[in-house]
């Protein structure tokens, strides 16, 4: 019977974690009570996100993100390449886990409008000196123009939830019922058609399409 003052190996992880019967279990034991460590210092670190949350819901929560975290490490154990310790790769998970779960909380209540339109204009800082006001208030019709003339409707709406009204990713494809990996693409060309637009346009300079931009 191991030690149980001392930390499995990586290899006892995996071996451990795939195997059936006592051994299975009690490793499995183990990954949730890391993982439930993790969540819950997540969870914790994160509580001024929600004012007005007791000890049982942040127990809760750091609970459904144990349990989460514990199905996704298990379904990646053959991605496991050993770069880090194995208790290390997967405390990210809970950490990971914790945040969408915080965030989840968060915006329950809160709606999303995925609106077609934004005035950046309005959000121009005024206390600015009037030159400084003026390139920025030009700026920012520029980039009005180039959101609703080079972006698709589509594009339009993830990119202001995401980017002005900063609704957190997974907030968003949970309502959308997406992935976070779609809105993450649409962003990147939404971005991508946005510089070419201001560039066209005399406010940035000419751009390189490249494959990692």
Known sequence: MDNSDAAPSDEKWI???TADGPDGDAALRRLHELLLRASRHQVYR????????????LTDLAMQAA???TVSVLRR?????GRSRFSTWAYKFAVYQAGVEVRKQAWRHKEISLSDSVDLVGMVDHS???SELAEATELARAVENAIQTALTPHQRRIAIALVVEEVPIDVL???LGTTRNALYKT??????RLRAALADCGHLDAITD???A
């Not at 994160?46 to 819901?57: S, V």
């Open 77 to 81: 154990l053959d991605t496991f390449e």
């Open 187 to 192: 962003l990147h060309d939404a971005r991508r």
């Open 46 to 57: 994160l509580r001024g996100m929600l004012p007005h949350a007791g000890t049982e819901e």
């Open 128 to 130: 600015a000196s009037p």
């Open 67 to 69: 349990d989460e975290a």
């Open 173 to 175: 494809a949970d309502r």
């Open 210 to 212: 490249r494959s990692t």
């Open 15 to 17: 071996a451990d974690l």
